[in-house]
Protein backbone atom coordinates (compact mmCIF):
# COMPACT_ATOMS: atom_id res chain seq x y z
CA UNK A 1 0.00 0.00 0.00
CA UNK A 2 1.32 3.18 -0.87
CA UNK A 3 0.64 6.63 1.18
CA UNK A 4 2.31 10.19 1.17
CA UNK A 5 2.81 11.87 4.38
CA UNK A 6 4.88 14.72 5.03
CA UNK A 7 5.50 15.06 1.69
CA UNK A 8 7.10 11.95 1.29
CA UNK A 9 5.88 8.33 -0.22
CA UNK A 10 6.04 5.78 0.99
CA UNK A 11 5.76 2.01 0.24
CA UNK A 12 5.87 -0.03 3.74
CA UNK A 13 3.32 0.16 6.61
CA UNK A 14 3.41 2.93 9.41
CA UNK A 15 2.93 3.50 12.99
CA UNK A 16 0.30 5.41 14.47
CA UNK A 17 2.42 7.72 17.54
CA UNK A 18 1.33 10.00 19.66
CA UNK A 19 3.01 13.91 19.00
CA UNK A 20 6.43 13.02 21.31
CA UNK A 21 7.55 11.24 18.89
CA UNK A 22 9.97 13.04 15.59
CA UNK A 23 8.49 13.98 12.49
CA UNK A 24 9.68 10.77 10.51
CA UNK A 25 7.57 9.47 7.24
CA UNK A 26 7.02 6.22 8.82
CA UNK A 27 5.59 7.66 11.97
CA UNK A 28 1.55 9.23 11.75
CA UNK A 29 0.38 11.45 14.03
CA UNK A 30 -2.94 12.63 14.90
CA UNK A 31 -4.32 15.84 13.82
CA UNK A 32 -3.91 18.64 17.16
CA UNK A 33 -6.61 20.91 16.03
CA UNK A 34 -8.71 19.58 13.17
CA UNK A 35 -10.98 21.73 10.99
CA UNK A 36 -13.70 20.50 8.96
CA UNK A 37 -15.28 17.28 9.17
CA UNK A 38 -13.18 15.09 6.97
CA UNK A 39 -9.70 15.62 9.62
CA UNK A 40 -11.85 15.55 12.71
CA UNK A 41 -13.17 12.03 11.85
CA UNK A 42 -9.25 11.07 10.55
CA UNK A 43 -8.28 12.47 13.87
CA UNK A 44 -11.32 10.35 15.82
CA UNK A 45 -10.70 6.98 13.70
CA UNK A 46 -6.77 6.97 14.19
CA UNK A 47 -7.41 7.74 17.96
CA UNK A 48 -9.67 4.86 18.41
CA UNK A 49 -7.69 2.82 16.51
CA UNK A 50 -4.27 3.35 18.30
CA UNK A 51 -6.23 2.94 21.73
CA UNK A 52 -7.79 -0.97 20.31
CA UNK A 53 -4.29 -1.69 18.88
CA UNK A 54 -2.96 -1.31 22.34
CA UNK A 55 -5.81 -3.06 23.96
CA UNK A 56 -5.34 -6.30 22.00
CA UNK A 57 -1.32 -5.84 22.84
CA UNK A 58 -2.44 -5.88 26.66
CA UNK A 59 -4.47 -8.61 26.16
CA UNK A 60 -1.58 -10.87 24.32
CA UNK A 61 0.75 -9.76 27.39
CA UNK A 62 -1.80 -10.91 29.50
CA UNK A 63 -3.27 -13.63 27.77
CA UNK A 64 -0.59 -16.04 26.03
CA UNK A 65 -2.71 -18.48 24.48
CA UNK A 66 -4.56 -16.22 22.28
CA UNK A 67 -0.98 -16.10 20.23
CA UNK A 68 -0.53 -19.43 18.64
CA UNK A 69 -3.09 -21.62 17.06
CA UNK A 70 -5.54 -23.71 19.38
CA UNK A 71 -5.26 -27.81 19.64
CA UNK A 72 -8.65 -29.27 18.42
Request: hydrophobic share 35%; aromatic share 12%; with cysteine.
Amino acid sequence: MQFTINGTTQNMGYYLVDDIYPNWGILVKTIPMPHGEKKKLFAKCQATRKDVKRAVGVFKSRFVIICGPSCN
